[in-house]
């Protein structure tokens, strides 16, 4: 029987690499858990030995008769196999360790997100102490899931369990200031004496409830998509969210590819064809609005999708405006604490066009190549695990790091 290799810290690298903006390269654990399961089982093993045992058979005698049946009759039990998996005893135990588990870390999150847990109380726990407490008791929460995951085929929250734990991969240097490592099979340790000397602060920044990009509102978000999924959204409304989200996303790249555009910035003309110091501040305001009205709808449609290859580019697009809100704000374009997009127009049309243009020119096309990967992934559900190589490597985001021994 073959079996996975055991995580290693390559492994995590390939996993949560995020330097990429390759089709192929976004971390799919949510494939890995549940095809983990059937290797695990056999089911492949079994009903791909009897395929070829029966093309054996047929070539050995030089039957041909039947064969096209007997071939169809095993193909179809392999893809039985994948759309009714035998549900074992201990999958049937990881699933409900994850769903109490998430419920469990989620309350965790939430504590550590409250402003009390770093207010002063009278008694003799110190806000060290409390922080120090509750850190504990997320840390070995989170183990509980990602681990419960591992053994589990609930898709709709392993897929979720997998964005968290992207987003722990990409947030480790933070998370290391405060006492908190990755270890390679994607589990976190917590060094209380660390995190007893580092500053109270950093742990409340990095687990900031206002600030929709933290650490803290990244993980909630996810366990709440997973504790509040039931997997049984009807097919009309999976559609319908996939064609809002493909509309907007690509008007979201259009509109940004236009703005990181020098043509959108081109000079007017007067009435004998020279060309004037003015900007066209009509047509630019004009594309503006129309890329924060899609930018709206794409979180809007998209923000809830269980695709990896969705979330994680919707995680940096997020980032990205983030890191631009200063600017941003400048000539009129505010984020919102839900992370939404506003544009005064007073503001924008007394603004520097060429720093709009300027700012553009970066931020617009980094967007503008994340929204197009959205846009792909939403409309293919491309995130689905490939299986094996042709060298019957496990093939996960485009490396081959999980192996079997065949």
């Known amino acids: 029987m073959s079996t996975l290799s055991s995580w290693s810290s390559n492994s995590i690298s390939a996993l949560f690499g995020s330097g990429s903006t390759s089709k192929n390269n976004s971390a799919d654990l949510y494939g890995m858990f549940t095809e983990r399961k059937s290797i695990q089982s056999g089911a492949y093993k079994q009903t791909l030995k009897a395929y070829y045992k029966s093309q054996g058979a047929d070539q050995t005698t030089g039957k041909t008769s039947g064969t096209t049946k007997k071939s169809t009759d095993v193909l179809s039990q392999i893809l039985d196999s994948k759309k009714n998996p035998t549900v074992s005893a201990k ?50 929460e989170y183990n509980n899931v990602v681990n419960a995951a591992k053994d589990s085929n609930l898709q709709s929250k392993t ?13 480790a240097d933070k998370l290391a200031e405060i006492g908190v490592t990755v270890n390679s099979d994607g589990t976190l340790a917590l060094d209380e004496k ?78 004998d064809g020279k060309e004037t110091n003015q900007y066209d501040v009509a047509s630019i305001l004009s594309t503006v609005k129309s890329f924060a009205d899609n930018y709206n709808k794409m979180f809007d449609a998209a923000e809830s999708s269980t695709n990896s290859g969705v979330s994680a580019n919707l995680t940096r697009i997020r980032e990205t405006t983030a890191r631009s809100a200063d600017t941003l704000s400048q000539f009129g374009v505010t984020v919102g604490s839900n992370g939404r997009l506003s544009v005064n127009e007073d503001v924008f049309k007394n603004a520097d066009m ?41 093939n996960l985001d485009g490396t081959s790091t999980y192996t079997t021994t065949m």
């Open 91 to 140: 999958t049937q135990k990881a699933n409900s360790t994850l769903t109490t588990g998430l419920s469990s870390l989620k309350s965790s999150v939430s504590a550590l997100q409250s402003d009390s847990a770093y207010a002063n109380v009278s008694g003799n726990q110190s806000v060290q102490d409390k922080v120090g407490s509750l850190m504990k008791s997320f840390v070995s």
């Open 159 to 171: 897929a979720n369990v997998a964005s968290m734990m992207r987003s722990t991969a990409t947030n």
């Open 194 to 271: 660390a995190l007893k000397s580092a500053d109270v602060s950093k742990v409340q920044e990095l687990f900031s409830g206002s600030d929709i990009t933290s650490y803290g509102s990244t993980v909630a978000s996810r366990l709440g998509y997973a504790t509040g999924s039931s997997g049984t959204s009807s097919v009309a409304t999976t559609t319908a969210a996939k064609q809002d989200t493909n509309t907007s996303a690509a008007g979201v790249k259009a509109d940004a590819k236009a703005l990181a555009s020098a043509d959108l910035y081109a000079k007017v003309k007067d009435k």
């Open 354 to 394: 060429a720093q709009v243009k300027s700012t553009f020119q970066d931020y617009g096309s980094s967007v503008a190549t994340s929204a197009s990967l959205v846009n792909y992934y939403m409309g293919t559900q491309a995130d689905a695990s490939n299986g094996y190589t042709s060298n019957a490597a496990y």
